[in-house]
């Protein structure tokens, strides 16, 4: 694998339900995974993401009061301390980073808008507007950057297409400049978004079939060129097409029994680019892909895995997966297969209710032995 002796890493979980983040300790020898804190952070917390120096992590909540909150994050010990609470008004399903850490990028499924916000903005107890909205983006699920931060990349499940747009910075602001869109299959659905470790290839995760859309990057343009599309798994081969939900009443869409219906999430890759995984919810199986030479993708499998597994994270020297399911209070740890894809499980351990969103921090020193009790909330 890509680290021979792996780091053990901390594993902060979003828990909806609970409006809290939890925070774990994973042992790397040996796998076993010890809650460490619990957080407030806000009704329907969900979407997190962590700055590329693992310092900084912001959560966005989507109650009625939508919020991004802001912690600083200590990598040695797992603690988050709370910074600022933000107001925003777009109730937010994916949010991202810049790899700088000047630019957060938001997506909306509901209001069909992507977002650019000031990170530093973000960084004052007040209301904050993007400095730089698109609308009309049917149900935009996901906005990633590249790592050279000049392109950012949007799924919208509800047109099926990816776009890439250029990330112009101005002295006071910054704009997404369209630079390419281009569709998928109909009825793809694509959710979320991910790069090949070299950022040559961009893997997008489809909601309604649980496969993968392979598109070739140009590094220059940040232009996509399709290459190819991962079969469909035969342990999902009892379900039918997905589509987009909620499932509106009235509509044909109500009559459907949901659990006839393929319901993806999100999609992980190993750092040294051999697996990709997407969650599937339905079934709560984590489906398994194998990168053959020719780049194409083929069905390696599935493990099962917590309750309505909507996020998962593979740690960075590849040898372990983490994931939690919105129906699971349940938080467990996998072991890869460096030659297989295989999954076995390692440990589990108490998180939260609506647990959703996974993020990992290497830990940087020896934890120390708490010393009082874990803080309520």
């Known amino acids: ?107 909306s499924y509901g209001e069909h808008s992507v977002s650019l916000y000031r990170a530093a903005d973000v960084h004052a107890d007040a209301h904050v507007d993007p400095v730089h909205a698109i609308e009309g983006i049917e149900h935009a699920h996901s906005i990633v950057a590249s790592a050279d931060g000049r392109f950012a990349y949007v799924a919208s499940l509800g047109s099926d297409t990816v776009s890439c747009y250029a990330i112009v910075e101005r002295a006071a602001d910054a704009r997404l400049e369209l630079a390419q869109k281009v569709r998928v299959e109909p009825g793809f659905g694509p959710r979320h978004l991910r790069f090949s470790p070299d950022g040559g290839k961009l893997y997008v995760s489809s909601e309604f079939r649980a496969t993968v859309a392979v598109f070739a990057r140009d590094g220059e343009t940040g232009t996509l060129t399709e290459r190819s599309v991962a079969p469909r798994a035969t342990a999902l081969a009892h379900l039918r097409d997905g589509r987009a939900r909620p499932l509106a009443p009235g509509t044909a869409g109500a009559q459907v029994d949901p659990s006839t219906l393929i319901w993806a999430a999100d999609i992980q890759i190993t750092p040294n680019g051999r697996f990709v995984f997407v969650a599937e919810r339905t079934t709560s199986r984590l489906i398994g892909y194998r990168v053959t030479d020719d780049g194409s993708l083929d069905y390696a499998g599935y493990t099962d895995t917590e309750t309505q597994p909507r996020g998962f994270r593979i740690d960075p020297s590849g040898r372990f997966l983490v994931a939690c399911g919105e129906q699971s209070t349940q938080v467990a740890v996998y072991a890869i297969d460096a030659d297989s894809r295989a999954l076995a499980l390692l440990s589990r351990c108490e998180g939260g209710r609506g647990a959703n969103w996974v993020e990992i921090i290497p830990q940087t020193q020896p934890a120390k032995r708490a010393t009082s009790a874990e803080p309520t909330h």
Do not use: C, Q
Not at 2 to 8: E, G, I, L, Q, V
Not at 43 to 61: F, G, I, K, R, Y
Not at 88 to 96: C, G, K, N, Q, W
């Open 1 to 107: 694998m890509s680290d021979p002796t792996p780091a053990s890493f901390f594993v902060i979980v979003s828990n909806a339900a609970d409006g809290d983040l939890a925070v774990f300790r994973v042992d790397a020898p040996t796998g076993h995974i010890e809650r460490v804190a619990r957080h407030p952070a806000g009704e329907a917390v969900m979407p997190m993401a962590l700055s590329a120096d693992d310092s900084m992590l912001h959560a966005a909540t989507r109650a009625a009061k939508r919020t991004i909150v802001t912690y600083s994050v200590d990598s040695g010990t797992g603690s988050l301390t709370r910074l600022r609470t933000t107001s925003i008004a777009s109730s937010l399903a994916y949010l991202s980073l810049t790899p700088s850490g000047a630019w957060l990028l938001g997506a």
